[in-house]
């Protein structure tokens, strides 16, 4: 027997009462539908209608902690039930509302339910929350569509801020903004100078549908502060102002007309920088403003010359000849005093060193007769045999001179010491500094290395720094001797002309002064943070002219042998080769997301901790070693060590944000004090790279100051992309891990070396080399396979351009080897392309 009951539902254990209907546990939802239609029939001119819906629930956001209402109205319609992710929704969670249509007289039943954050988030990150309502007649049943429900949130950070410029005026500008990651997502708007910016009204202004904005032609009404705006229904977020500057280079009016010829029998002409004139930082006119000329009138009439002018110029031409009489015999001097300063210069450094001839034994035994160099040496050695080394190593040996670099011999001559070079930064700096053009040089003499070369050349370094200067010999003119310095900027004092996907890869290295004559290509060592793949790269080598402005002199892979500049791109080094000294960088613009940069992820921690709070900074900065030295410097100050061994993230452009976390605490001991499950750096930070000292930092708090041991785990992740992690396990209280200068490597190396102790090779011994190697051979046994063997053909049409091939491959040899030189290897090879007279052949010390 069945108890039929009003239209409401009545729970009971293992039963469901429908309206007049009853549903056991176990009954399908076809055996109810059965029943529904065999117990409420409708009017009979209704008994056949499906229930369709007035009302279907919609797609809504919780904001906040704010219940949200979905409604379902439906006729005819018998009953109305909600089903949420799959799950009827219990009878007492519904309003419902019945009514009749006097139009129609059917039933129309309406339902509500309120949805709570609590319930949504029992269900997040599993999937979507959606609700659906289902209602009966006694003709069947209908379901309305889903609605969605989602928890409504705008981040912080936005993807990507606007950047400032200083464009010229007509130029177009864009402006770049993404906002923050949102649900719903944040409508873009513009703010110039806190007023809202209206496209409709200044068609110069257009916003595109990435939420760029554009500035088709710059006014300059335009210099302003631009700031990004996004907002949705939770809230409304301001980007970091970029501020425009529009300049107005000036232009030269036209040429005034000619002036009446005067009595000097000169006519004058002129025109001036007003049209315009230069304002807001734009650029002076160039070239002359005031032109005069030559002329003839009635004040100035041309005469005939008398025996007066006759005699005038017969003067002058005696004067002329008795000065280049003189010029000849001064140039005759100097030069033979030259060659006896050349004959003192090699006697000293060179020969007095002494290289005892050493053989070695090669691999097959067609090889074992090696023709060797014989010095003709001054000095008496002694014969050993040992493994060859580089005699720049032969320390033991060499007297190293503190002095001058070039000390006056008593018939006033000169020698170059074999050595390293005499530093005094302040002096240096304080010197360069009154001219106006090093005015913009850092004064962080830290980071400065500067010395004094000639003919025999020599090598800056910066030291931990990754960058390096080699000057090969006869890189300077023979008779001159030039001051030179080296040095690296930091990005903060540079205006850097970077737009869209480019990205600073190096340092901003300077070198100079600007303007000096060389007579070979001289090798700029600087690190990058590239993956080296061409293939997702269009990577430039910019350098800046004397007037401030910067230029793409070279597109790395697609360089030509009669550029002035050349560069050589490898995993972690970038090679420039220059005639020019000045002021460069690398810059990259990714051809794909697939292009990545190298992040080197470096964990700091107080020396030692005396509170219960414990706080540690997590760095993400370019993988270059000038980087990794500069925030060591800060670290050193902050009282800060390293906690753990550095890491190397590969970071995409795939516009994703990074990411850090810390997991697997002990809480009985520790707690984070980070209120979310993870800290994020926008993209657009790290990747532009002007922000050098980049980093997050964990607080952590121990619950007893006897808690002493932290162990967990660090992890550090692109969105959708590569992540690592660290294993910290270490004593907050007495760690005396030697860390800090392991994980540096440091570099110990003089900051100047002038002359052969600058180089590897030896200097007679690379003539030598240079002289077997440079001339074509039949069977290429010559410079190309000597580039070849060394890994370096990729660039045979540029040291085929050169005068000496072979002598600018020994040059990026020494550039590479300079720590490492294995001159061994280097022999070998020599052996392997069968010029034995050409073999190096060095000493140790005890041969010294």
């Known amino acids: ?8 539902v009545c729970w009971r254990s293992g039963l469901m009462l429908v309206g007049s209907l009853l549903l056991f546990a176990g009954f399908t939802y076809s055996d109810a539908q059965h029943i529904a239609t065999a117990t409420n029939p409708l009017p009979a001119a209704f008994s056949d209608l499906l229930p369709h819906f007035l009302v279907e629930p919609d797609d809504v956001y919780i904001v906040k902690n704010k219940p949200v209402t979905l409604t379902c109205r439906s006729t005819p319609a018998t009953q109305i039930y909600f089903k949420c992710n799959g799950e009827w929704v219990h009878q007492d969670d519904h309003m419902i509302e019945r009514t009749v249509d006097p139009a129609t007289g059917l039933p129309v039943m309406q339902v509500k339910i309120d949805i709570s954050r609590q319930q949504v988030e029992k269900i997040f990150g599993l999937e979507d929350f959606w609700c659906q309502c289902v209602a009966w007649s006694t003709s069947g ?55 809202l910016i209206d496209p409709v009204s200044d068609t110069n202004y257009y916003i595109t549908i990435d939420h760029s904005l554009i500035i088709k032609q710059a006014r300059l009404a335009d210099t302003a502060n631009y700031t990004c705006v996004a907002k949705n229904i939770v809230a409304r977020r301001k980007s970091s102002s970029a501020t425009v500057i529009v300049y107005v280079d000036g232009g030269w009016t036209e040429w005034s007309k000619w002036s009446a010829c ?99 034994k090669p691999a097959k035994p067609e090889n074992s007769h090696l023709l060797t160099i014989q010095p003709d040496l001054t000095t008496t050695t002694t014969s050993y045999q040992g493994s060859l080394r580089s005699r720049h190593d032969a320390t033991g ?55 004094t070369f000639n003919f025999l050349g020599g090598r800056l370094t910066i030291p931990n720094t990754g960058i390096s200067l080699l000057i090969p010999p006869e890189a300077i003119p023979r008779g001159k001797i030039y001051e030179i310095y080296l040095t690296v900027q930091r990005k903060e ?21 600007p303007g000096v004559v060389l007579t070979r290509p001289v090798i700029i060592s600087m690190d990058h943070c590239s993956d080296a793949n061409l293939d997702n790269w269009a990577i430039k080598l910019k350098k800046q002219s004397y007037e401030g402005s910067w230029e793409d002199v070279l597109q790395v892979g697609e360089e030509l042998p009669s550029d002035p500049y050349y560069c050589q791109l490898e995993a972690e080094t970038c090679r420039v080769f220059t005639e020019q000294l ?11 997301m697939a292009a990545a940069k190298r992040l080197k992820l470096v964990l700091f921690a107080p020396v030692c901790c005396t509170t219960l709070e414990y706080s540690i900074r997590v760095y993400c900065m370019d993988d270059t070693q000038d980087v990794l030295k500069e925030v060591m410097q ?215």
């Open 493 to 513: 004092d540079v205006r850097l002309p970077l737009a869209g996907c480019q990205t600073l890869l190096s340092p901003i290295v300077s070198c100079g002064p």
């Open 397 to 451: 040996k060499f007297p190293v001179s503190n002095g001058p670099l070039l000390d006056p011999l008593p018939n006033g001559q000169h020698t170059l010491h074999n050595g390293k070079l005499p530093t005094d930064p302040a002096d240096f700096m304080t010197r360069l500094s009154t001219q106006s053009y090093f005015k913009s040089l850092p004064r962080d003499t830290a980071n400065t290395s500067y010395g």
């Open 582 to 592: 000045g002021r460069f960088m690398l810059v990259g613009e990714s051809l794909s």
């Open 1 to 8: 027997m069945l108890l039929l009951l009003g239209p409401f």
């Open 634 to 848: 800060l670290e050193k100050q902050l009282g800060g060590r390293l906690i753990d061994e550095p890491q190397v993230l590969l970071f995409k452009d795939s516009y994703h944000n990074l990411r850090l976390s810390i997991h697997d605490m002990p809480r009985a001991h520790w707690r984070s004090k980070l209120l979310a499950g993870y800290q994020e750096i926008p993209f657009y930070h790290i990747w532009n790279g002007f922000q050098r000292s980049l980093h997050c930092t964990f607080t952590l708090e121990r619950l007893s100051l006897n808690t002493c041991d932290l162990m967990c785990r660090l992890c550090v992740w692109q969105v959708e992309g590569e992540g690592q992690s660290f294993s910290i396990d270490f004593n907050v209280a007495k760690d005396s891990r030697p860390v800090d200068a392991d994980l540096l490597g440091l570099d110990n190396s003089a900051p100047a070396l002038a002359g052969p102790s600058a180089f590897q090779i030896p200097y007679l011994i690379r003539q030598k080399i240079c002289s077997s190697l440079d001339a074509p051979c039949p069977h290429g046994a010559d410079w190309r396979l000597l580039a070849q063997r060394l890994q370096l053909d990729r660039h045979l049409s540029f040291f085929a351009s050169k005068a000496s091939p072979t002598s600018v491959i020994l040059d990026l040899w020494e550039a590479q080897h300079f720590h490492s030189g294995n001159l061994n290897q280097l022999a070998a090879v020599m052996a392997q392309i069968g010029k034995q007279e050409a073999m190096i052949f060095l000493v140790t010390d005890g041969e010294c």
């Open 262 to 360: 005067g009595a000097d029998c000169t006519m004058w002409r002129s025109r001036e920088c007003t049209q315009p004139v230069p304002g807001t930082g734009g650029k002076d006119c160039q070239g002359l403003d005031l032109q005069s000329q030559n002329c003839t009138s009635e004040l100035c009439p041309q005469t005939a010359s008398g025996p007066e002018d006759v005699a005038l110029y017969v003067g002058i031409v005696a004067v002329v000849l008795c000065l280049t009489l003189l010029l000849i015999v001064v140039v005759l001097v100097y030069r033979r005093k030259k060659e006896g300063l050349d004959a003192d210069v090699a006697d000293s450094s060179i020969l007095t060193t002494g290289f005892q001839p050493v053989g070695i």
């Open 141 to 195: 049943t209908q379901k309305s569509q889903k609605a969605y429900v989602r928890i409504a949130y705008l981040r912080k950070n936005f993807e990507k801020e606007p950047l400032g410029k200083e464009v010229a005026l007509d130029q177009e500008v864009i402006l770049h903004c993404q906002p923050p990651e949102g649900i719903p997502p944040a409508e873009v708007e513009w703010l110039k100078n806190e007023d």
